[in-house]
C-alpha cells in the first residue's frame, strides 16, 4: 500500500511541467521569450568574451562587448601568479571543494528536516517561527555581519574550519521554497504511512525527499553558489592561510596584481572571474530541470 501511494504521487508531483511536442499555438510564446533569452544570454557571453581581450581591447573606449583578436595571455599571467603563490593553489582549491560539498549536505539536511517539521506537524510557535524566518528574508548578509562576526566570536569559531560552514546552513530561502513545496504534498500521504506503523523517520526518508527533489536541487544550487564564490568568511574570519578558500585566493591575487600592473591585473582579473563563473554554469545547466520545476511549484498549495 504505501509503495503504491509513494509511485503515484510522486510521479505526479514529478511529472513534466511542460507538453511534450510542439503545437502552432506556442509560437506567440517564443515570439516573446526568444529575445527575452537573448538579453539573459548576453551577461553570460560577456564574461567568456572579456576573458580572452587583449590588453587594447580591455581598456578600449568605446568598450567593445564581443572581443576582435582572443588571446590566452589572461589565462597564462594568471596561471603565473599562482605558481609564485606561496601557500600552494591545491590547497585553497581543496578547501573550498570540502567546505562547498560539507555546506551543501548539511544545508539540505537542515533545510528539509526543518520544512518537513513546519508543514506537516503540530506543535506550538509554529506559525511564528516560519513568520522569523520570511522576515529573514528581507535582509541581505552586509546587514548582519557584525551580529554574525560577534556571534562568531563568542561561539570560539574565529579561525576554524567551522566557520566556513556553520553560517552557511541556516539558509531563509531554502527553507521558504522547500516548505512552500511540502505542503503540497496530499496529507493523505502521511496520514496512510502512519497509519501502517511508519516513523516520522521513515516518512522523511522515504516519502518526502522523493517528493520533493527539485527543491533539493534548487537548494544545492543556491547553497553552491553562496558558498564557492563566498570570500568574505576568509577576510573577516580566517587568519590562517591554510583556511582560506579559492575565491578568497582569486580575489587577492587579482587586487595584488591589479596593484601591481594595471593592465595586467585587469586580464587576470577578467580570467579569473570566468573561472570562479564556470562552475556555477555547469551545476545550472545540469540542474536546471528542476529548477523549473521547482519555481513552478512553490507557490501553490
Partial sequence: MRKKLIKRFTGIRNSGINPKGF?????????????????????????????FKPPDELFAYPPRFFVTNPTFKNFSDLFTKMSNSGVPVSRYLFNSILITLVTIAASIIVSTTAAYALSKKRFKLKKMLFAVNTVALMFVPIAVTIPRFLLIERLNLMDTFLVHILPGLAMPVGLFLIKQFIDGIPDEVIEAAQIDGASDVWIYWEIVLPMIRPAIATIAILTFQATWNNADTSTLFINSESLKTFAFYLSTLTSTAAGANVVAGQGIAAAAALIMFLPNLIIFILLQSQVMSTMSHSGLK
Fill in 23 to 51: 503545437h502552432p499555438s506556442q509560437i506567440k510564446f517564443y515570439l516573446i521569450l526568444l529575445p527575452l533569452t537573448v538579453v539573459m544570454v548576453l551577461p553570460i557571453i560577456f564574461i567568456f568574451s572579456h576573458a
